[in-house]
């Protein structure tokens, strides 16, 4: 059972617009989401994360966007450019006496940026 | 300043051979973390360990063993590799997983014949 899930395989967007990156969960015991960006034949790097007593947290053009009711979160990229282009994986995790720091992703999103 | 770092980068193994994949993490983080990733199907965690001494099974652990040599170190094991298992594989190291989540190493691509 996919406990994270990113159900849009790909996204492509015009340069200078936004690009909206979704991602759903399943289990409420995750109060920790981050998003991952990756190239091609590297490790994915961290982008930007929210902690679930937020609803949203930003840095730079990256918006994170929380909402606990819906197990929604999305991620914002404002404008998008060309260096943009990569996979995203959304990630959760949970805390408390279970806490591992163990990341479940979901299946990743390709966004291309046209130039 | 390495980061993570995985050996080796690239393997081709024939099915029932053996090998095993190492990590080493230079950031003095207590946990360690190994994923696979498959098309439409994301990071799939193999095994963890939450800190030197401990490890435990994640989503996908057959077919696989791991172990936490040291605080830096942490090996994945393959004693059979089969088809199934071709895939690239992701060692990750953490401080619980926050404030930044887990930083990850360059990933070996494995093919199994």
């Known amino acids: 059972d996919q406990q994270v899930k990113q159900n849009s395989p790909s996204l492509s967007v015009q340069e200078g617009r936004i690009s909206i990156l979704n991602c759903d969960y399943t289990n409420s015991m995750f109060d920790y989401f981050l998003w991952y960006k990756k190239y091609p034949a590297e490790g994915p790097t961290f982008l930007i994360s929210i902690s679930s007593i937020k609803d949203k947290n930003e840095d730079g053009r990256f918006t994170v966007f929380l909402n606990k009711s819906a197990k929604h979160l999305s991620l914002h990229i404002v404008p998008s450019q060309p260096g943009d282009s990569a996979v995203y994986f959304c990630a959760a995790s949970e805390s408390g006496s279970s806490n591992t720091g163990k990341l479940i992703f979901g299946q990743g999103t390709t966004l291309q940026v046209k130039p | 300043n390495a980061g993570v770092t995985q050996t080796p980068k690239f393997q081709v193994l024939k099915t029932g051979q053996s090998m095993t994949l190492q990590c080493a993490q230079d950031m003095n983080h207590n946990s360690m973390y190994w994923y696979r990733q498959d098309p439409g199907m994301g990071l799939r965690l193999i095994y963890y360990?939450?800190?030197?001494?401990?490890?435990d099974k994640g989503e996908v652990p057959n077919g696989y063993n791991v172990s936490r040599l040291n605080k830096r170190e942490f090996s994945l094991r393959l004693e059979s590799a089969a088809p199934s298992q071709t895939s690239v594989y992701f060692c990750?190291?953490?401080?619980?997983?926050?404030?930044?989540?887990?930083?990850f190493g360059q990933g070996t691509r494995l093919t199994v014949v």
């Open positions: 990750a190291s953490s401080d619980l997983g926050r404030p930044g989540g887990a930083f």
């Open positions: 360990s939450a800190s030197e001494g401990t490890t």
